[in-house]
Structure formats: structure tokens, C-alpha cells
């Protein structure tokens, strides 16, 4: 458990003046993600995306920790490298303090493009947290739909209209994919429930070997919604178990950190965003229900591994 | 707010950029439509208005809700959407 | 300083040379006719023979992305490739470039595809030439041992901060059993000298910096117009390490080779193995009486203007060797630079490229004989047939 008063000592990790959205999930997720590094040195490392593109106007960085930013697909690999160096170094008695290592990725960077580099990182067990922002697109080239894009959402390379009603397939359960690689700490998470998030964090942090958060981190442009809204929304994701709170240890054992007293339907989470507008129009009532049998399926499975 | 274009004989090389957190020279303040007031009689130091800040611009000191960084606010509302006691306001400017 | 004699290829050359770096980080990803090196620094790492930390990647692409995050994180950090394996590394080869580290990587030269082939020619590092990195061409193991250790220096110099490939053939030398002098460990370490970052780095977590940001339209060309300013650096800081590796270790490495090209009419300008051959049908025909010449550039990028000038004003004539095509229609890369740069000449000798050995295609004494003998009959005639010839493919 986390105390708010405790973190509020803490240093910000990511300063203000950076250019990301107003109301932007992004850095919300990465403010409290970053809390759960506590006093420790942190290095951090982006992909391409609205996070590094945003925060690093040259010659403005917003960034109060040493920062890195390589490629679009490349954040695991690069931060491989950089935890490889530091233990060597460490190793030689060049450097002597703890550091913490942290990448993070978009959900276009990390389910589709970065998803060989990030696999590689895992399978070779570095010492580093990886964050995947997922805000279900890639928002930072304008609203493009990826692996993460919910069934049904309207982007502008899956976009509704008189012939489609916006991304058929299913998106990618990427926690499951990174739990496959057996590491000591999966988790996902969303900047609603700031408590769990910061728990999840620390433990990440504190994982010996690779740790995986997957935070959902809203966008008000790509989703449709009035920007002053983000948390509620995000709290409907959980509410409704579009986005499930829980953790996997060691690839196993599976733990549920949330179960709604009373699960939401999950028109209440499609209502609430533009990007899903086209759904309510007469006709499509059979994708409302597809979507609603998909969330309770997976939902289902989900009780039923944490069971096990 | 301007920055003078240095030549390429005066800027590091290989684009790093050696001032950390130099990015709160750029005042996103003047994004600004709407800004949050707070009624500091009614606010509780919960501190999670804080906690949901995009742009690290509510300032707390010693655990206490202070005021806001308005050089950055960029005016979301997400503080005042989110307060539990409905203390902070938002108005124009 | 003391040298032994070891049986050993050129990859084995230069994972020798590596051993003796003792770099802090390698990133190893196998690929035909590279791997070699790979494996047997590992067996190094494996038998405690090196501190070093190995990344076994899951691709190329990641190896370079690994060697960036390394170098920024302060470490000596080193990897190696060919052909595709290059090709797919290639959007974080100018990564590696544009943000100043000193990565040194061996390549051993392979055809691109497609189609796919694992033998020897330069459209890999050719494709390359434009990176930012600095290239030297081997033409034999004990070269590829001599400039992977040389080039540490060159990567590292507080005036140069590039990158550097290290360049042989695939198969003909990588593959290839030389006896290599081998000079010892400690004046090895010596030469190379522990490793100074010059840019504040990653793990200097008091002065945090920002590496790889966003650069607009306002500072773009700034942060390019240094790099050219450290590759023009290069040519002049080069040769002095060169002549300090040369006094050391008692070699004679060069910028430019120039074989019996003082009084020669006629020469061939080639990089790598080829050299050897066509050094040793100059040698015979010379002892036939006829004025030829060889000029072997060493390095590419660079690229050595002022000492091609030298070399190539001496003759009347000249054929460049092209071990890839440019697909400009106007001949191979290494022509198109050396006719570029022989525009600048007072001399203006005539100028023939052959692009040969495409894929590993073999290149005999008897084809390169009769290059010179169609030089020296151009210059008898005065006319030039055919610009841009290729020798060795069936037509």
C-alpha cells in the first residue's frame, strides 16, 4: 500500500513545461509509475511516441532524471544496453550506486513494433521495468490503430464508416504474452486507481529481473471525451473489466487486485468516448454484444487462472 | 518567450541535451482557456489532485496542497473533476 | 612489445583483437561469415579469459539498439555484422552516428540480397557509406587484427566520437587461415587505453542528460553540420594514430597503399583481398618490364581525397575495382568517388571502373593481367571503349 503523503516527498521525476496534451493520460501514467522507483537513482527510456517526442523539444527536456531515447521499436533493446553497461561497470567498481532502470513504450511501440525487442529483453532477464503506455492507438501520428485497439473503436486506419464499423479484430492481450516469458512480475494497471498503480510499481521496481507494467493511460483526442474526465473514464475501464487490475508472478500465479461489486455493462464504458460513437447506431447492436461476451469471457478466464 | 539559436560550434554534440528538466522554461501556461482556483478552507490535503496532475502543477509543500504552478498549468480540469470535495473551481483565465 | 605467430582466420583475427580490448559490452547476433567472431569471444567470455558482459540479442536491429544504449551508459561497447545483418541495423547505424559514440563494430563484408548469398562482396558496408561511420578495409587477417585494435583509438579521439567499421572479406579472409602476428596483451591494452567518455553519460545519475531528443527544424542541421565537422576531423587526426600504431607494434599502416606506383603508367585502385591478388600480378609483370601500379585505400570514410589525388595523378591510366554495384548506371561507389575526387586533380589520368566479384564470384590473376594489358592498349589507341566494364560475369 502506498501513502500519498509519503510520495508527495518525492522528487518529479518528470518536471511540467513538457508539451503532451493537456489532460493527457500519458503522463499521468508515467508520474506514478516513476513514484514507484522511491529514492532510488532512476535512468529511463522511451520509444518513439507523444511520451518522447513531447517531453524532449530540443533544447527543452522535461525530463530530471538521465533519459534516453533511441528508436520507435527499440526501448527494451536499448535499455538492455544500458543496464548491461551499468553492470559491467558496476562490476569493474566503476560506478557504485543502485540505479534503477525503466523503459517506457506507447501501446503502438510495445503490442506491435516494439514487441520483438521487448520479448528479447525479457526472455534475457535484465534487471529493468518496462511500461507500456496503452492508450489503444498510435495517438502521436494521429489516431492510427495498433494490436492494442479495442474491438470496435473508430481510428483513422480502422475508421467507421458506410462500409466498416471501426477495428473488427480482437486486440492483443499483451500481459498474457509477457507473462508467457516467465518473469518475475507482470502487472496491469490504470491511472484510476492511483494506489494500486504505485503498489504495482514499487514491486516492479524492487523485482529482481525483468518486470512488466501495462498501464492504461488515456487520450482524450484519440478516445472522444472532455479532457477533464480521464479518471472517471479510466475508472469505468476497471469498472466495467474492459481493463482488469492484476498481477502474474513468475508467469503463474495470477492475482486479482479488483473485482467490482457490481461489474458494469460495458456500454456505459462505450458511451462514454467518441471513438465508439458508430456502435449505438441501429444495427450494430450485435458488436455491442460480441464486445460485452468478449470482456465477460476474458474476465471469466481471468477468475478462473487467479483460481488456479 | 524565445530561446537564442545557438550555432553549432556552441550546442553539445550529438544532440544531447545536458540541462536537465530545462523544459520548465517553456511556460505552457498560455495553453490556457480555463485555470483552477482552490477554496483552501474546504481542502482536505488529500493531495490527489496532485496525484492526477499531468504537468506536476500543483504545488505541495510539507504534505499540504499549496496552489497551483499556473507558468504550467495547462488548465485540464482534471483536479477539479476528481477533488472529492469539490474545492477547486474552474474560471476563466 | 612482443609478437607470436598464430594460425588463425580473420574473424579469429579479430575476436583475438577483441579479447585484448576487453570491451565492456558486446552485442552478439550470429550471421554467416560473421558468427565466427561472435562465438569464439564468447568461448572467451565463458573460459573468464574477459570481464565483459555479452547481450545475446534477438536480432541485429536490437544489437545496434543495445550498443547505443551502452555506449550513451559510458561502457566500451562493441558488436559485429555482415550483409543483411547490417541492412537490418541500419535506421540505429545513423543513430549510433548522429549521437557521437564510439562504437567500433567489424563487419565482415557480404552480398546484400537479394537474391540471398553469404559471399563475399561490399554492397553491404557500401550501402552504408553515407552512416557516418568510419570505414577501414582490411585486406588481410593480420590487417582486420591491426585496425580492429586501431580503431578503438580513432572511434574514442575527443575530436572524432564516430563509430567505425572495421571491414574484411567475407570467407576470403574471414574464413581464410593466416599466420597473425599476435602482439602482446599488455601492449595491446596500453595502445588502446582505458576508456574516457567524452559526453556526460546515462549512469551519471547527479548530472542527468537527455539523449536522442526531438530536433526541429531549428537545431537539425546544426547537430549534422557536427558530425561533418568530426569527419573532417577524422582525416587529419587518423594518421597520427596510425603513425603511433606503427611505432608501437613496427607496421606500416596507411591512409592510401600505394604499390610501385611511382613510375607506373597504368593502375588499378582496389580495397581488401583483391589487393593481394593484384599485387602479385604486378609484381610478375613488372619483372616483365611494364610500369604498373596498385593503390589499395584503407580508408573509405573518410574519405581520403588528397591522398587518391597523390596516388592516382601518378599514373596515365586507371581502373577501379568495384566489389558492388551502385545501380547509378554510371559505374560502382568506389569509382563514383574517385572520379569525384579526380575532378579536383591537375592530373587527369583516364578512368575506368570494373565491378567484379559480385557474390562471391572469384577474381583470377589472368583477369587482372589483362585489365592492365586493356589500360596500356587505351593508351596506345587513345580511346576508351567502355567506361564501366565487369569482369567475371558470363554474359
Redesign the interface.
Known sequence: MAN??E???LP?R????????????A??AV??VLMGAGDSAVVVGCATGCLEVA???????????PFIHNAFENAAATISGVETAYRALKKQGKIKKDIKFVAFGGDGGTYDIGLQSLSGALERGHNFVYVCYDNGAYMNTGIQRSGATPTGASTTTAPAGKASSGKPQLRKDLTAIVAAHRIPYVAQCS?SN?NDLVTKSQKAFAAEGPAFLNVLALCHRGWRYP??????IAKLAVETCFWPLYEIENGKKYKINYKPKEKKPITEWLKSQGRFKHLFKPGNENIIKSIQEDVDAEWEYLIKRSEL | MS?K????KD??????????????????GA??TFKPVVDKSKCIN???C????????II?KD?KMEGF?Y??C?????C???CPVKCIK?EQG | MTKTIVPLTGDQAVAEAMRQIEPDVVAAYPITPQTEIVMTFSQFVADGRVKTEMIPVESEHSAMSACVGSAAAGARTMTATSANGLALMWEIVYIAA????PIVMPVVNRALSGPINIHCDHSDTMGARDSGWIQIYAETGQEAYEHAILAIRIAEHKDI?LPVMVCQDGFITSHAVEGVEIYDDASVKKFVGEYKPR??TLLDTD???????L?LQ??Y???K??QA??MKNAIDIIPSIMQEFNKTFSCGHKIVEEYMMDDADAAIVVLSSTAGTAKSVVDDMRSKGMKVGLTRPCLFRPFPKDYIIKAVSKVKIAAVFDRAESFSGCGGPLFSEIKSAMYDSKQKPYLLNYIFGLGGRDIFPNEIEDVYKEMFDILKTGSVRKQVNYIGVRE
Not at chain 1, 518528470?14 to 493537456?22: A, I, T, W
Not at chain 1, 479532457?227 to 472517471?232: I, K, L, Y
Not at chain 3, 548530472?207 to 531528443?213: F, M, Q, S, W
Open positions: 500519498i503523503k510520495l508527495s516527498k518529479e518528470l518536471g511540467p513545461g513538457h508539451r503532451l496534451c493537456s489532460g493527457c493520460g503522463s499521468i508520474r506514478q517531453t524532449t523539444i530540443y533544447p527543452y527536456t522535461a525530463w530530471n532524471v491511472i492511483w479532457q477533464e474526465n480521464g479518471v472517471a | 530561446v539559436a545557438k550555432g553549432w550546442i553539445p554534440i550529438g544532440g544531447m541535451i545536458d540541462k536537465a528538466g530545462s523544459a520548465k522554461e517553456y511556460k505552457t495553453w490556457r488529500c493531495l490527489q496532485w496525484m492526477y496532475c499531468p504537468d506536476s502543477s505541495i504534505q504552478d507558468d504550467h495547462k488548465g485540464c480540469g482534471i477539479a473533476s476528481i474552474m | 548522429s549521437t557521437r559514440l566520437l559526453m556526460t548530472k542527468p542528460v537527455t539523449y536522442g531528443p530536433d531549428d537545431f542541421f546544426e547537430h553540420r557536427q565537422e568530426a
